[in-house]
C-alpha cells in the first residue's frame, strides 16, 4: 500500500501524520512510524534494550560511550553487555576470557540484580497501566495483549506504545525496543529488528513473505542443536519447513514440528497470560581459580545470598526452600536442599541454611562454582522468630535497616563483613531452625 494508504505518528512528538510526507508537520523530525495495519494490531513485545549495562550507564554518565560488559570473574560468562561492546563481537553467556580477549578495553561490572529487579518491576508497573494483560518473560521484556483499550486511553495500542516507550525513556532514562503485530510469535521477531530504541510492525498482510526467507535459528525456542538437526535434513528456512507440511514435519520432529509448521506460516494462537509464575530465584559465581577454602567459599555465599535477598524483596516474595549448587573442579554438579519451617526472603537465613549444606561438602573437594537460592515461593511475609534462634528477629531488624541505608545512600553504604555475625563461635552448631 501506498505511504498515502498508511496510518502513522511521529515518534519524537507522537503528533499522528495526515500524509505521505517524509517529515513531521508538526515538529520536523524524520523518525516516523508508518504501516497500513498500524491502527488495527494489537499484541506487542516490549523489550528493554541491553537492561543491565543500560541501567549501570543512566547511573555513571561517564560509561556512556565505553564498551560495558556485565558479568562475573574471568572463569564466569557475560550477563549481558552494551552495544558498543557488541560491535567488538562480545555477546551474552561468552566466556569472560573471550569477551576480555575482543574487548580488551571493556568496563566489566558485576551485576547488582536488586537493583536491576527494582528497575524492571517499575517499569513493568508502567506497562499495566496501559492494560492488564501484561505476560512477563523475564525481568527486562514482557508480552503485552492491548485489545480493546482504544477507549479507556483514547489511543490506538500503536500510540499507547509510542507514549509507554517515551514514558520509560523519561522516567527511567533507558531505551526499550516493541514489536507490534497480531500474535506473540510476530510481536516477539519484530521488537528485534529495530534494536535499540526501536518499534517494529509486522501485520497479516506481509507476513507469509517476511518470514519466508528467515533461518530456522531465527525462531525464539529453536536452539543450535535442533537448528543444526534440520539443516541437516536440508530445512534452512521457513520456507523449508512450509515445504514439508505439518504431517511430515510433526512425523519427524514431534510436536515441536508441528509447532514450527504452524510458525512458519505466522499462525500462534497462545494469548498473553498474567499467570506465568517464577519458580525459584537464585545466583551463582564462576571462581578465577578453583577453591577449596571454607572461608573464601563463605565470603562467595554471603554475596550471592545478599544479590538473592535483593531479588527477593523487590518481588515482595519469600521462600520455603534454600538450594545449594556446587560445581567440582572436574566439572560434576553437586546439588543440596533443606524446606525451611517458615518462608523468608532474608540473606541472613539464606546464608545460615547455605552454610549447613556448605559443611558436608567441605573434604578438600575443590570447586568452581557456587551458587545458592530460594524456591517454593509465595507472598512475603513478616519476618518470623525462631526458638532455637533467639537471636534470628534482632539479625532481621539489622538487615532491614541495612537495606534501607543501601536504598537510600547506594549500594556501598554499608559494608560488612561475611555476614551479620554469622559464623557459629569454636565449639558451637548451627543453629538449624529448619527441618527437611
Not at 114 to 129: A, L, P, V, W
Not at 131 to 142: F, G, H, K, R, Y
Not at 162 to 182: A, K, N, P
Not at 258 to 284: A, P, Q
Request: glycine share 8%; net charge positive; charged share 30%.
Amino acid at each position: 500500500m501506498s505511504e498515502a494508504g498508511q496510518s502513522g505518528y511521529c515518534r519524537a512528538c507522537l503528533a499522528p501524520l495526515p500524509g505521505p510526507a517524509d517529515a513531521c508537520p508538526a515538529c520536523g523530525s524524520h523518525k516516523l512510524l508508518r504501516h497500513a495495519e498500524l491502527d488495527t494490531l494489537s499484541i506487542a513485545h516490549v523489550d528493554c534494550d541491553a537492561f543491565f549495562a543500560a541501567v549501570e550507564k543512566r547511573d555513571n554518565p561517564a560509561l556512556e560511550d565505553k564498551p560495558v560488559i556485565i558479568g562475573g570473574q574471568k572463569r564466569g560468562v557475560v550477563s549481558t553487555c552494551c552495544y558498543v561492546a557488541r560491535l567488538y563481537g562480545v555477546h551474552s553467556a561468552m566466556p569472560m576470557f573471550k569477551a576480555l580477549q575482543v574487548c580488551p578495553d571493556a568496563v566489566v561490572i558485576r551485576p547488582e540484580h536488586g537493583k536491576y529487579t527494582r528497575e524492571g518491576y517499575r517499569i513493568r508497573d508502567m506497562m499495566k497501566d496501559i492494560t492488564p494483560l501484561v505476560e512477563p518473560l523475564s525481568i527486562d521484556e514482557a508480552f503485552l495483549d492491548l485489545t480493546g483499550t482504544a477507549r479507556l486511553h483514547g489511543a490506538s495500542p500503536a500510540l499507547s506504545l509510542l507514549r509507554l516507550q517515551r514514558r520509560i525513556e523519561l522516567e527511567v532514562g533507558i531505551t526499550v525496543s516493541v514489536g507490534l503485530s497480531f500474535n506473540k510469535f510476530l510481536a516477539k521477531t519484530a521488537s528485534d529488528l529495530d534494536k535499540p530504541n526501536g518499534f517494529a510492525v509486522i501485520g497479516e498482510a506481509e507476513a507469509l513473505d517476511f518470514l519466508a526467507p528467515r533461518s530456522v535459528r531465527s525462531i525464539y525456542g529453536v536452539g543450535p542443536a535442533f537448528a543444526a538437526k534440520l539443516e541437516r535434513d536440508g530445512i534452512r528456512t521457513l520456507s523449508d519447513i512450509r515445504r514439508q507440511g505439518d504431517k511430515r514435519m510433526a512425523d519427524r520432529y514431534g510436536d515441536m514440528g508441528y509447532h514450527l509448521s504452524r510458525l512458519s506460516r505466522g499462525e500462534d494462537r497462545r494469548s498473553v497470560s498474567t499467570d506465568r509464575e517464577r519458580k525459584s530465584v537464585s545466583s551463582e559465581t564462576t571462581f578465577n581459580a578453583d577453591l577449596c577454602d571454607r572461608e573464601v567459599l563463605e565470603k562467595h555465599l554471603w554475596r550471592l545470598c545478599v544479590k538473592v535477598a535483593d531479588q527477593m524483596k523487590a518481588k515482595a516474595i519469600s521462600g520455603q526452600v534454600v538450594t545449594l549448587k556446587l560445581k567440582t573442579s572436574d566439572f560434576r554438579s553437586r546439588t543440596r536442599r533443606r524446606t525451611l519451617n517458615e518462608p523468608s526472603q532474608l540473606a541472613d537465613t539464606l546464608f545460615r541454611v547455605g552454610q549447613q549444606l556448605l559443611e558436608p561438602e567441605l573434604d578438600g573437594t575443590r570447586f568452581r562454582l557456587i551458587g545458592i537460592g530460594f524456591s517454593g515461593l509465595r507472598d512475603a511475609v513478616g519476618d518470623a522468630g525462631d526458638l532455637l534462634d533467639p537471636q534470628a528477629i534482632r539479625r532481621a531488624t539489622a538487615e532491614r535497616a541495612m537495606d534501607r541505608a543501601r536504598d537510600k545512600f547506594g549500594s556501598d553504604a554499608v559494608v560488612k563483613g561475611r555476614g551479620l555475625s554469622s559464623k557459629p563461635k569454636p565449639g558451637s552448631k548451627p543453629k538449624p531452625g529448619q527441618t527437611s
